[in-house]
């Protein structure tokens, strides 16, 4: 039983963390709330991450974390690549005639995401996954005690058939 109780709540952390930080490949819209410090996100103040279109505080990207050490977006974890963290940080050393071809770039990358567009993870998917195992740890649980069930029957039978035999050898 101890095994099972283990299983289920395994499963049950595993359907917590993957509807908390579960990915999805579609494109996001961006959210008003900063994912750092929870404060309302402005244009003026804030970018947006190009893979996943998440909206930061340029603050809380540069403070929070330090840009070097950010390496994917702390929503759904998608990649940061080098040329954006350059971006942020002021190291892009290119002048005006950069901008053509980090857009072009920026719009590569947008176009290659959504070669890999599929439907999201949802909390109801990710539900129904959770109940589906639980369903599946359960009947391997019935079937266990069926086993167990049976083999104790069985001995139960065969300790009862002894007995009748040692009985009926007595009696003749």
Same mark, same amino acid.
């Given at each position: 039983? $101890?095994?099972?109780?283990? !299983?289920?709540i395994l499963c049950i952390?595993?359907?917590i963390n993957a $509807?908390?930080?579960?990915?999805?490949?579609?494109?996001r819209a961006i959210n008003d709330e900063c994912p750092i410090c929870f404060g309302r996100l402005n244009s003026e103040a804030s970018k947006k991450l190009p893979k996943c279109?998440?909206?930061?505080?340029?603050?809380?990207?540069?403070?929070?974390?330090?840009?070097d050490q950010l390496s994917v977006c702390p929503l759904c974890r998608a990649e940061i690549t080098e040329d954006f963290k350059n971006l942020l940080s002021g190291n892009d050393q290119a002048?005006?005639?950069?901008?053509?071809? *980090? /857009? $072009?770039?920026?719009?590569? !990358?947008?176009?290659?995401?959504l070669m890999y567009v599929d439907e999201p993870i949802t909390m109801a998917n990710d539900a129904a996954?959770? /109940?589906?195992? /639980?369903?599946?740890?359960?009947?391997q649980h019935d079937k266990k005690l069926a086993e167990e069930m049976e083999?104790? !029957?069985? /001995?139960?039978?065969? *300790?009862?058939?002894a *007995? !009748?035999?040692r009985r009926l050898a007595d009696q003749f």
């Open positions: 039983m $101890s095994i099972c109780h283990s !299983l289920i952390i595993i359907f $509807s908390v930080t579960a990915p999805t490949r579609k494109k279109d998440h909206g930061i505080h340029l603050k809380c990207l540069k403070t929070g974390f330090g840009i002048g005006p005639s950069n901008s053509k071809t *980090e /857009q $072009s770039h920026m719009d590569e !990358l947008y176009a290659r995401s996954m959770a /109940q589906r195992i /639980q369903k599946q740890l359960q009947e083999k104790m !029957l069985k /001995q139960q039978r065969e *300790e009862a058939d *007995e !009748l035999a």
